[in-house]
């Protein structure tokens, strides 16, 4: 089965007044049944976007935004085209929260009048995680929380968006082999705020 980790780490948690301003994707084969992967492909992007000026602050702290790194960074139609072409052809998205990076995502195809991703079904390393923390064999869900407790390292620096494909990535291979695997649905996704 091939997966395709992704992340993106936007300007602020708002739909309508924030941007994607980093993009990653990492496309993996997994044999299920020994449970080893096989490296395909690997995809980042810094995205420039218009609208700095309603950013929050905060996000652009974590999210180590600088100016100077974004300058020539591309506009999101600009690379709307490659980020559909590595959707269109992944059957099985993974993430961390996969609904918010769907959400925002879909955002930059529709500022720019363009058709949105072929999304497959997805799994969703928050979701794992909460059915440990449900049976009291994990205290926290987030990303954080669950690299330092299974003493993930970071490669780069944490939220970036390759940063944390990779993080999702080395996660996924923990929690694969003691959760029971849901197959969600973007039409009917697992959001984990408004599911609680």
Same mark, same amino acid.
């Given at each position: 089965?091939?997966?395709?980790?992704?992340?993106?780490?936007?300007?602020?948690? $708002?739909?309508? $007044?924030?941007?994607?301003?980093?993009?990653?994707?990492?496309?993996? &084969?997994?044999?299920?049944?020994?449970?080893?992967?096989?490296?395909?492909?690997?995809?980042?992007?810094?995205?420039?976007?218009?609208?700095?000026?309603?950013?929050?602050?905060?996000?652009?702290?974590?999210?180590? =935004?600088?100016?100077?790194?974004?300058?020539?960074?591309?506009?999101?139609?600009?690379?709307?085209?490659?980020?559909?072409?590595?959707?269109?052809?992944?059957?099985?998205?993974?993430?961390?929260?996969?609904?918010?990076?769907?959400?925002?995502?879909?955002?930059?195809?529709?500022?720019?009048?363009?058709?949105?991703? $072929?999304?497959?079904?997805?799994?969703?390393?928050?979701?794992?995680?909460?059915?440990?923390?449900?049976?009291?064999?994990?205290?926290?869900?987030?990303?954080?929380?669950?690299?330092?407790? &299974?003493?993930?390292?970071?490669?780069?620096?944490?939220?970036?968006?390759?940063?944390?494909?990779?993080?999702?990535?080395?996660?996924?291979?923990?929690?694969?082999?003691?959760?029971?695997?849901?197959?969600?649905?973007?039409?009917?996704?697992?959001?984990? =705020?408004? $599911?609680?």
């Amino acid at each position: 089965m091939i997966l395709t980790f992704i992340d993106t780490e936007t300007t602020g948690l $708002d739909l309508i $007044d924030h941007d994607v301003i980093d993009f990653a994707a990492l496309q993996v &084969y997994w044999d299920r049944e020994s449970h080893s992967f096989n490296h395909i492909s690997q995809y980042t992007t810094k995205i420039k976007s218009d609208n700095m000026a309603k950013a929050s602050p905060q996000a652009l702290k974590m999210n180590h =935004y600088n100016e100077g790194e974004w300058i020539t960074a591309p506009y999101g139609f600009e690379v709307a085209p490659i980020i559909k072409q590595i959707i269109d052809r992944s059957l099985m998205i993974v993430g961390q929260n996969v609904i918010f990076d769907y959400r925002f995502i879909n955002k930059i195809f529709d500022n720019n009048d363009r058709e949105r991703p $072929d999304w497959g079904n997805y799994f969703d390393t928050k979701h794992m995680a909460e059915q440990l923390v449900h049976d009291k064999k994990l205290k926290r869900s987030s990303l954080d929380a669950l690299c330092e407790h &299974y003493k993930i390292k970071n490669i780069g620096r944490p939220h970036t968006a390759i940063c944390d494909v990779l993080r999702t990535f080395e996660l996924f291979k923990i929690l694969a082999p003691q959760t029971e695997l849901v197959y969600h649905q973007f039409n009917h996704p697992y959001d984990p =705020y408004k $599911d609680r």
